[in-house]
């Protein structure tokens, strides 16, 4: 199983990006897809989660701005971030798992990417 995390970059504030995160191996139907930030110094932190039945959940820091998707033509998990902000500048993780109840049977993470947004 692999997840590949790309589409960061530099970019100024109000801009947007698309993140997107290629997965093989896995069906992504049948997982729990997730966002995930890193700041410097700090614990990663979940922004976006998209679950099996096509629920999604936002961090309050991000929703409205960000949208979490997946394509079953490509098996790719994407992330639209837009009015991007000075604060929204950390390592952006995707995250695909499954299990029962509070047990993880399946946690694959993809190896992140940067994103730096100017002021």
């Known amino acids: 199983v692999q997840l590949q995390a790309s589409g960061g970059g530099l970019v100024q504030a109000g801009e947007s990006l698309r993140l997107s995160c290629a997965v093989s191996?896995?069906?992504?139907?049948?997982?729990?897809l997730d966002w995930y930030i890193q700041a410097p110094g700090k614990q990663r932190e979940l922004v976006a989660s998209?679950?099996?039945?096509?629920?999604?959940k936002y961090d309050g820091s991000v929703n409205g701005r960000f949208t979490i998707s997946r394509a079953a033509s490509n098996n790719t998990i994407y992330l639209q971030m837009d009015s991007l902000k000075a604060e929204d500048s950390a390592v952006y993780f995707c995250?695909?798992?499954?299990?029962?109840?509070?047990?993880?049977?399946?946690?694959?993470w993809g190896q992140g990417t940067q994103v730096t947004v100017s002021s």
């Open positions: 995250r695909a798992h499954r299990g029962w109840g509070p047990i993880l049977t399946d946690d694959y």
């Open positions: 191996g896995i069906p992504l139907g049948e997982y729990t």
């Open positions: 998209l679950s099996t039945t096509g629920l999604m």
